[in-house]
Nanobody
C-alpha cells in the first residue's frame, strides 16, 4: 500500500497550487485520506480530511475557506486545492490514509496517529 504526493512547488502570495495524492494497492474511496503539513522545527499539523465513502470533508480552522479537498475515484487520487496562499503555508505537505478505519470508528480526523500509511511529502514554498 503506497501513497504518492506531488504538486508542490514555489508560489507567490495569493496564488494557488493543487496537490495530488495517488494511491496504489487500495481504493481511496473506501478509506479516509488526510492532508498534513510540517514546517521546519514544528510538529506535523492537520489540514483536511475526506472521509471514507463520501461521509464528509473536514478542515482545520486555519485553512477552511482557502483549501478544498476532493477525490477522483477514477484516478484513485485525492486532491488538495490551495488558494490564496500565504508565506505561512510554506511547509512539506503529506497525505495519509487510514487503512485501519480508525477515523470511521471514532470520527477523529485531526490526529496523525489515526493514519497508518503516509506519502513521502511534497514541498510547498510561498514567497514573493
Amino acid at each position: 500500500f503506497q501513497l504518492q504526493a506531488c504538486g508542490g512547488g514555489l508560489a507567490r502570495p495569493g496564488e494557488s497550487l493543487r496537490l495530488s495524492c495517488t494511491a496504489s494497492g487500495f481504493t481511496v474511496k473506501d478509506y479516509a485520506i488526510g492532508w498534513f503539513r510540517q514546517a521546519p522545527g514544528k510538529e506535523r499539523y492537520w489540514l483536511s480530511s475526506i472521509a471514507a465513502r463520501s461521509l464528509g470533508e473536514y478542515y482545520s480552522n486555519s485553512v477552511r475557506g482557502r483549501f478544498s479537498i476532493s477525490r477522483d475515484s477514477a484516478k484513485n487520487t485525492v486532491y488538495l486545492q490551495m488558494n490564496n496562499l500565504e508565506p505561512g503555508d510554506t511547509a512539506i505537505y503529506f497525505c495519509a490514509a487510514d487503512l485501519s478505519l480508525l477515523t470511521y470508528s471514532n470520527g477523529i480526523y485531526y490526529q496523525p496517529g489515526q493514519y497508518d500509511t503516509w506519502g513521502q511529502g511534497t514541498q510547498v514554498t510561498v514567497s514573493s
